[in-house]
Every structure is written in structure tokens, then in C-alpha cells.
């Protein structure tokens, strides 16, 4: 198995409400359009969502719903590379929204800082 399909049985949807975390209703519909998407098909899907709509958070989520075996995440900048690395190495958000629990081991991480040059190197 791997870390999302092992992981995905304690994975859960709650929606933010005004006095409760939990995920936006942009997310929970852009993290079940990718896994109805994937439910027939296997061509590369596209989510497209504003700034600061939590993103990152249903990029992270659609691992677990779709149980992903291994994630690779291309970034346009080494800023958002990082910001995206720190947030799949602790899942805060996802722990602050309640879609995990706060016990949940996160992932490893592996981040390229070069140009991979090589089939060695991947």
C-alpha cells in the first residue's frame, strides 16, 4: 500500500461553518470533482481556483481521496516550492480544518532544489 491509501480511512470532510474549522464548500467541491474526474477516467484533470481559496489544502486532500501512491507537486517558484513542502511535510491545514487528526503522521517529503538531469536522479 502507501502513505495516502493507508492514511485515507481517517480522512473527513467537515465544512466550515461561522463557529466551526473545517474546509471552505470551494474546496470540498474542487476535492469531489477531482476524485468523480478520476472515477472514469485517467487523461490529467485541471482545477482552477482564486488566490488564497486554499488550494494547497485540495491539492493535499485529493492524495487521500484518490489514494495516490506516490505525488508529484512541480511549483513555479522556489517560494511556493517550499510553502507547498512545508505545508505536505506537517499537514496543518488539513489538521486545523479537521480533515485529519492532529496525531496523523505526515508524509516524507522530497524536495528538488536542481534541475534533474538524469533518470538516475529521479
Not at 19 to 26: F, S, V, W
Not at 29 to 50: E, K, L, Q, S, Y
Amino acid at each position: 500500500m502507501s502513505y495516502f491509501s493507508d492514511a485515507y480511512p481517517a480522512f473527513r470532510y467537515p465544512l466550515k461553518s461561522d463557529d466551526q474549522a473545517g474546509l471552505r464548500p470551494a474546496q470540498l467541491g474542487a476535492i469531489h470533482a477531482a476524485a468523480a474526474h478520476f472515477v472514469t477516467r485517467n487523461d490529467p484533470g485541471v482545477i482552477t481556483m482564486p488566490t488564497g481559496s486554499g488550494k494547497t489544502a485540495v491539492l493535499i486532500a485529493a492524495a487521500f481521496v484518490l489514494r495516490a501512491r506516490r505525488v508529484l507537486i512541480i511549483a513555479p517558484s522556489r517560494l511556493v516550492r517550499e510553502q507547498i513542502a512545508e505545508e505536505v511535510s506537517t499537514l496543518a491545514t488539513l489538521k486545523r480544518a479537521g480533515a485529519l487528526a492532529e496525531d496523523t503522521p505526515a508524509p516524507r517529503v522530497h524536495t528538488t532544489k536542481t534541475r534533474i538531469t538524469s533518470a538516475e536522479a529521479w
